[in-house]
């Protein structure tokens, strides 16, 4: 998806022009991917530009820090100032993507990463629907991926790390010259992951089931916890379990979340059409809830909006 140019990226506590904010060729990350990064949406609501969740974010990089061992220069709340301030430059109003980065940045070759500079970044960009308005409102085409997902011991998996993203990356190629939107990923016991950059919700007989993340090795994602407690207070139960392929092709409704894609609806997995094919109800519940809290529409949600004034 092309990226919009906009003002100033934050870097290490300055705002620097865009055009200018480049590292050099032999910054380590570029070279054996050790850095972590996040993805945040800021939505427009009735009281300006909010940013959604902004702290879980935050605090999931500085995890992400703490398990790659790179000290973070900046405190959580220090990045969370960061983050609306680069809203604010650069006239955000009608909401953007956030792209916090931590790399490992010029000074030193070699696989060992800790004696190089740690640097911090944050870009913002109007950014549309991930997986396209088509599939927001109609469902995806999603493929099971020849590719594995990592298994915790070659990779970890509560870590957006940046190398990690090979493995989505394969997968996503894959997925797309056969024809289809998007892969789901199997973990190595063969029991169901996630997305190649989204978790996955079923719907059966009612029950909302998702992959335990831990033990499905995959992220434990911030859209996934906010339409677990949507779907709760809408009085859709949701259980943690680990599922197989069959649970997928044999769903009433099937849906998968994150930050970039928010809740888009699993038109066919393999296949193999899910429900009858179109949206189901529960799926679309989820999503107009989810759609009117990220905006600002749902009081009981505002906890989760920081505006940026
Ligand atoms: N799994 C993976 C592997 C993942 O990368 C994401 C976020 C999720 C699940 C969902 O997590 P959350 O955003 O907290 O609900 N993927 C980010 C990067 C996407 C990209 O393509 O780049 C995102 O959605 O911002």
Redesign the pocket.
């Given at each position: 998806m092309p990226i919009t140019p906009t003002k100033k990226i934050w870097m290490d506590g300055e705002l620097v022009d865009w055009a200018n904010a480049t590292t050099h060729v032999l910054s380590h990350t570029l070279h054996y991917g050790t850095g972590a990064f996040e993805?945040i949406r800021a939505y427009p609501t009735a009281k300006g530009p909010a940013i959604f969740r902004l702290r879980e974010h935050m605090e999931r990089l500085a995890r992400s820090c703490k398990i790659l061992m790179i000290e973070l220069p900046y405190g959580v709340d220090e990045l969370c100032a960061a983050a609306e301030e680069v809203v604010r430059v650069n006239d955000l109003s009608q909401g953007c993507y956030l792209r916090p980065l931590v790399y490992l940045g010029y000074g030193e070759m070699g696989i060992y990463p800790l004696s190089s500079p740690v640097n911090t970044v944050i870009a913002a960009w109007p950014w549309g629907a991930?997986l396209g308005d088509e599939g927001v409102a109609n469902g995806v085409r999603m493929k099971i991926s020849s590719w594995a997902r990592h298994h915790p011991n070659s990779m970890p998996t509560a870590s957006?790390t940046v190398g990690g993203y090979v493995n989505?990356s394969l997968a996503k190629v894959e997925a797309l010259k056969a024809g289809y939107d998007e892969a789901i990923m199997l973990g190595t016991d063969g029991r169901l992951s996630?997305c190649?950059?989204?978790?996955l919700f079923i719907v059966r007989d009612g029950l909302l089931i998702t992959p335990p993340p831990s033990e499905a090795g995959?992220?434990s994602?911030?859209?996934?916890a906010s339409i677990t407690k949507i779907a709760s207070d809408l009085g859709y139960p949701v259980a943690f379990e680990s599922m197989r392929r069959d649970d997928l092709y044999l769903a009433d409704e099937a849906f998968l979340?994150?930050?970039?894609?928010e809740v888009v609806p699993i038109h066919s997995v393999d296949d193999r059409v899910v429900g009858d094919g179109v949206p189901g109800p529960i799926t679309k519940a989820l999503q107009s809830t989810y759609f009117a809290a990220v905006r600002g529409e749902r009081p009981e949600y505002e906890s989760w909006l920081t505006y940026v004034s």
């Open positions: 993805g991930y957006k989505s996630e190649t950059g989204e978790n995959a992220l994602g911030i859209t996934q979340t994150g930050t970039a894609a």
